[in-house]
């Protein structure tokens, strides 16, 4: 079992900053891939950035060049770091752990979401 805590989300104005971070329980070295995930109202869970173990990332479009993902493995933590944030990142994010048993089966285990409002 993987639990995972985020925290730094908050109220920013647009061009502002954020550093959110997720926390597991466990060590996170073995962990086939961790990431952010978030989901305005109405609309679906979307991926926003991913790191495997190996430390390959992947970012979703909008956010490329304004959010950075990173792991610390002695900490057993990932943060985001968003920059430059627009109103239309507002939206619960998610932190997400995709974990591989040794026959390659997947779980997937998720934070309970942090809240980020960018607004005037």
């Known amino acids: 079992q993987v639990q995972l805590v985020e925290s730094g989300g908050g109220l920013v104005q647009p061009g502002g900053s954020l550093r959110l971070s997720c926390a597991a329980n466990r060590s996170i070295f073995s962990i086939y891939a961790m990431g952010w995930y978030r989901q305005a109202p109405g609309k679906q869970r979307e991926l926003v950035a991913s790191i495997t173990f190996a430390g390959r990332r992947n970012y979703e479009d909008s956010v490329k060049g304004r959010f950075t993902i990173s792991r610390d493995n002695t900490k057993n933590t990932v943060y985001l770091q968003m920059n430059s944030l627009k109103p239309e990142d507002t939206a619960v994010y998610y932190c997400?752990?995709?974990?591989?048993?040794?026959?390659?089966?997947?779980?997937?285990?998720w934070g309970q979401g942090t809240q980020v409002t960018v607004s005037t």
């Open positions: 997400h752990a995709d974990v591989r048993a040794r026959d390659s089966s997947r779980t997937d285990y």
